[in-house]
Structures are given as structure tokens and as C-alpha cells.
């Protein structure tokens, strides 16, 4: 069963490999539109929670990304530039062929709709997956020799 789920996973990677599985101007769920349009910093934010942990078991709606850009983004009005910087991670985390110039560009002129495009992009790419492995390996204490009998 889970050898078949992780066929499964594999055979997704590769149909999408290479380019992105949404598209730029795929403004779909609503309410994620809704969201990026008024508090990206929010949408920011849960992508970030979803590339560190697939299952959102530790999602924090105000983690260290959505304060960066909310902050950024409201003085001085360059929160494109943590746009780009996510889409250039999530670009080559998922190899999918781009520029940098290109995410300059995408982030720049359309900030909104690159920020709905990478939170559906990692959506789909990390359906399925489990929460990361955070526990270190624990060895367990080697087995000690006694004093030697004495022969008789």
C-alpha cells in the first residue's frame, strides 16, 4: 500500500516536472483570491507553513514569512521582493524551469496572482505527503561485557 502512494506521488512529479501545474491567472478557490488580494501576508504565510509541513499540523497564521511581508510590504511597498524570493524556492524545489528574472518580473508586475499561484501550486504538489520526520534518530545503548566468568 504505501510503496503504490509513493508510485503514485512519483508519477505526479514527473507529469508536472519542468513547469507549473497552475496557472498565473488561475484566481480559483475564491476565497484564497479573496485573501491575497487583501491580506496577502496571511496567503504568504500558509504557503510557507505548507513547504515546511505538508499536513499544516504546526501552521501558524502569523509565522516569520507573513510578518516579513506584511511589513515589507506596508513600508515601504516591496513586498514583491519576498514574493520573488518565494517563487525562485519554490521554482527550484519542484524544478520547475524559470528565471530568476522571471520571478522578478511575475513578482513585480503581478504580485497578487504569483502569490495565489505558488500557495495552489504547493497545494497540489504536496497532497498526499506526510509531516516531516523532526524527531532525531535515538541509538539505542550498546550491550555491555561483564567480568569473565572464572573457569573451574
Not at 498565473?24 to 496567503?43: I, K, Q
Not at 504557503?47 to 515589507?72: H, Y
Not at 520547475?96 to 504580485?111: F, L
Request: proline share 4%; glycine share 8%.
Amino acid at each position: 500500500m504505501a510503496e503504490q502512494q509513493q508510485q503514485n506521488l512519483q508519477v505526479q512529479a514527473q507529469a508536472f516536472e519542468g513547469k507549473w501545474e497552475s496557472g498565473l491567472c488561475h484566481c480559483l478557490p475564491f476565497s484564497t483570491c479573496l485573501l491575497a488580494t487583501f491580506c496577502p501576508c496571511f496567503v504568504v504565510g500558509s504557503t510557507a507553513d505548507r513547504l515546511r509541513d505538508p499536513t499544516m499540523a504546526t501552521a501558524n497564521v502569523t509565522n516569520s514569512e507573513c510578518l516579513e511581508f506584511g511589513i515589507l510590504n506596508f513600508l515601504t511597498g516591496c513586498g514583491w521582493i519576498c514574493v520573488m524570493r518565494n517563487r525562485t524556492q519554490i521554482r527550484e524545489r519542484y524544478g520547475i524551469q524559470g528565471s530568476e528574472t522571471n520571478d522578478c518580473c511575475t513578482s513585480y508586475w503581478c504580485s497578487c496572482c504569483a502569490i495565489i499561484q505558488h500557495d495552489n501550486e504547493v497545494k497540489r504538489r504536496t497532497a498526499g505527503q506526510s509531516a516531516p520526520v523532526v524527531e532525531a534518530y535515538k541509538s539505542e545503548p550498546g550491550m555491555a561485557v561483564g567480568p569473565a566468568a572464572e573457569k573451574k
